[in-house]
């Protein structure tokens, strides 16, 4: 057994994802680590040899487009704005949001709120082609944090959840003011059964 790729030698507290990256324990080919969602904890196991990921034929994108690459306007929160996010289990997270972007998409005016994930915005999305072509809760797009008041939004970098490929993810879903009345094919597709 082995803990962040050292051999593990006695027992000790394990890091979370919580924090970014959690401490990961190896076993006979398995990666254990533990996950936090909510106020609940879990185990999440990634096996190399699982017949999934074996069996798994790639991702699918639709072909890159120029006019789905937009400059979006930042309109900041003052203070930070706490939306709510839902996720798979049926739980709602409030998350903060520094902010929202407004952009013109298929002759519409439109708008979304994101979260701060890391080092960037992270927009949890649903569309007009989700369950048409895309997945069908939505999907995940990141970018730079505002510059001069403007953010960048390449929608044919958005792409599938985790939860478009196990039932084992505890993803979240785009909260309701991030539904939007057009279609965006651009990004990652989806030609599989979802998961939740």
């Not at 000790?12 to 990666?31: A, E, F, M, V």
């Not at 798994?56 to 994108?61: D, E, K, L, M, S």
């Not at 701060?116 to 995940?140: C, M, N, Q």
């Not at 003011?177 to 989806?190: T, Y």
Request: hydrophobic residues 35%; positive net charge; charged residues 20%.
């Amino acid at each position: 057994m082995s803990l962040n790729g050292k051999a593990a030698a006695a027992a000790s507290r394990l890091k979370t994802d919580t924090g970014g990256k959690p401490d990961q324990i190896g076993l006979d080919g398995l990666t254990l680590f533990v996950i936090h969602r909510g106020d609940r904890y879990g185990i999440r196991l990634k096996d190399m040899d699982s017949k999934l990921r074996k069996d798994f034929a790639g991702r699918h994108w639709f072909p890159v487009q120029p006019a789905y690459r937009v400059t979006a306007k930042f309109v900041a929160y003052d203070p930070p704005k706490l939306i709510a996010v839902p996720n798979v289990l049926g739980e709602t997270s409030q998350m903060p949001s520094p902010g929202y972007v407004q952009f013109s998409l298929g002759g519409q005016l439109l708008r979304l709120d994101p979260v701060v994930e890391e080092d960037s915005l992270f927009f949890i999305f649903h569309d007009a082609t989700s369950g048409k072509g895309t997945y069908p809760p939505g999907r995940f797009l990141h970018a730079d944090f505002a510059k001069d008041g403007k953010v960048t939004l390449d929608f044919n970098k958005a792409y599938n959840p985790p939860c478009a490929f196990t039932p084992y993810a505890t993803c979240p879903l785009p909260p309701k003011q991030n539904r939007l009345p057009v279609s965006i094919e651009a990004g990652e597709k989806f030609s599989g059964s979802p998961n939740h």
